[in-house]
């Protein structure tokens, strides 16, 4: 699709309006400014954006509010559907069992403070070796933890 010029810092590419500099479309800045206000400055801290882009994304928003609504809460729809289909007995287990790898992981790293041995550093090792290296250490770790939990 060939860009559709709206106006000097606006643009139509098939996403919906965007912004020329970033590509930031108005959908994705619309809950900040209408849904749940934020002020200019916070805008301007949290999007790679400048003052004049802003005030061309509010002229558009309030140009074209109907539209506009209407296709975020289609948005808005979407996302709860899509919520709503991962919201299964399997994806809660899933969930469930990473927030304990995370907690069993803070425990590993604060053994690990008080005994090097089970995970030593190598200098110079490649980043994706010591990744390797380091889960597996845990994963080694967290098995005998499981044992000892078992027998005992």
Known sequence: MEPVIIDEYL???GRGPELRSCRLT?????PSLVDYP?????MLELYPI?????????????????ELAK?????????????AEQDTPEFRAQMEA???RVQLMKVWLGERKSD?????????EPTDARRERYFAA?????????????VG
Do not use: C, H, M, Q
């Not at 108005?26 to 619309?30: A, I, R, S």
């Open 71 to 83: 296709t975020n809460a289609e948005i808005d729809a979407r996302i709860a559907r899509k919520v």
């Open 98 to 100: 990473g927030r304990e």
């Open 138 to 150: 845990f994963n080694r770790w967290r098995a005998a933890r499981a044992l000892v939990s078992e």
């Open 11 to 13: 643009y139509e590419r």
């Open 50 to 66: 400048t003052p004049a882009e802003l005030d061309a994304v509010k002229r558009y928003i309030a140009a074209n509010a109907e």
């Open 38 to 42: 934020t002020s200019d400055a916070r």
């Open 26 to 30: 108005v959908n994705e800045l619309y």
């Open 116 to 124: 090097p041995t089970l995970f030593e550093e190598i200098p110079g």
